[in-house]
């Protein structure tokens, strides 16, 4: 089971799934690693997470040694009730440390379990956009759909990261979703990144899709915002997050707002919690 709101979804069970452990920084969202920081406390001994993190004075910090668990591999295939299932809440699977041949088994088990939805949240995601290619063509004569159950996500924390959705954008998926959290600046997506139909005008009839209906051209499905948390949490603007929500509701994307700063009073217009359908 896991605490995390934006997996706790109605009539699933959520959890994460934690297949490898450890990472390192590679951006200011990173100082304050809520993971790496139960890594050096309360998990310092166990065997997957021992020596994986320390603790610098003023916050905790991967070692840069990532390990992968095939143990863990199964565990899906032994749940009968369908879950949602946060893929590495405590490392990256698209960390330089993981090899593909491990993403590739991670992939085909979330495949082979439709029942269940696999939300995958990298800051690497160009790596998960050469690893999902990989998956969707490998041994077959033509290149297969994007699982329904897979969902895919890039964390984005200010402005100075918005190439992660660039990329995002190109990794075939049924659903994208952006986390940011911790929010560290005001944040804009253009138009261009959001889900949109084509009018269909140039569009043949027959090329049209079922009923006729012009094409859908993907973009990003989902959007989750929070702020910092912890003893040496930045600040987050409530303005920052209420623009986000501005723009979801005028692309008609689900917007999930996770928590605010500690100690600020959040309108309730801003405390909305959506899920994609």
Known sequence: MTKIAWVRREDTVPVS?????GCSPISAGCR????AGIAVTRLKHHPRYAGLANDGGDGAFWTGEVRCHDELLAVPLRWRKPHTVFVDSMSDLFHDG??????????????SRPEHTFL????????MATEVELFLCFSQKERQDPPANVWLGTTVENGANFGRV???????????????EPLLGPI??????????DSGEDIPP?????WGLPARIPGIDWVIVGAETGPHARPMELEWAMKIQEQ???AGVPFFFKQGPKGVVIPAELCVREFPR
């Open 206 to 210: 027959e090329e049209r899709g079922e």
């Open 248 to 250: 979801c509701r005028d």
């Open 120 to 127: 995958f949240l990298t800051k690497r995601p160009e790596r």
């Open 17 to 21: 799934w934690n297949v490898t452990t």
């Open 166 to 180: 660039d990329e995002l954008l190109k990794c075939p998926a049924a659903l994208r979703f952006l986390s940011l």
């Open 188 to 197: 804009h997506i253009p138009m261009d990144a959001w889900p949109c139909y």
């Open 32 to 35: 304050n690693c809520y993971a």
């Open 98 to 111: 993981v090899p593909s041949s491990f993403i590739q088994r991670v992939f085909a088990v979330a495949h």
